[in-house]
């Protein structure tokens, strides 16, 4: 059974900076692409980053690029959101997600497989 457990949420302040950790099991990582979504209270899910399965190309969201590292290491079946200079309207439940093929950043709809959901607060 697929299962994805984010871990490394919480409270920082206003440029700080936290590690989000997607550890993966029940299926290979390696034919998987992982996207890290995020959703606000009130808001839509909105997609953050995400990393292909075929030539780990990352993609980023044009309000967290240059602040937000995606990497993946598929000999320990985990993904990695390394957020930096965090914003308070970065506050959200951060999501990381599993589909075969592409990895769509701005539809979340197709991904197969999803975590719970770590939440993360950025004070002011």
């Known amino acids: 059974q697929a299962r994805l457990v984010e871990s490394g949420g919480g409270l920082v302040q206003a440029g700080g900076s936290l590690r989000l950790s997607c550890a993966v099991s029940?299926?290979?990582?390696?034919?998987?692409?992982i996207g890290w979504f995020r959703q606000a209270p009130g808001k839509e899910r909105e997609g953050v980053s995400c990393?292909?399965?075929?030539?780990?190309?990352?993609y980023y969201a044009d309000s967290v690029r240059g602040r937000f590292t995606i990497s993946r290491d598929n000999a320990e079946n985990t993904v990695y959101l390394q957020m930096k200079s965090l914003k308070p309207e970065d506050t959200a439940v951060y999501y990381c997600?599993?589909?075969?093929?592409?990895?769509?950043?701005?539809?979340?709809?197709?991904?197969?497989?999803w975590g719970q959901g770590p939440q993360v607060t950025v004070s002011s």
């Open positions: 997600a599993a589909r075969r093929g592409w990895p769509f950043l701005h539809a979340h709809s197709l991904y197969d497989f």
């Open positions: 990393v292909s399965s075929s030539d780990g190309s990352t």
């Open positions: 029940g299926f290979t990582l390696d034919d998987y692409a």
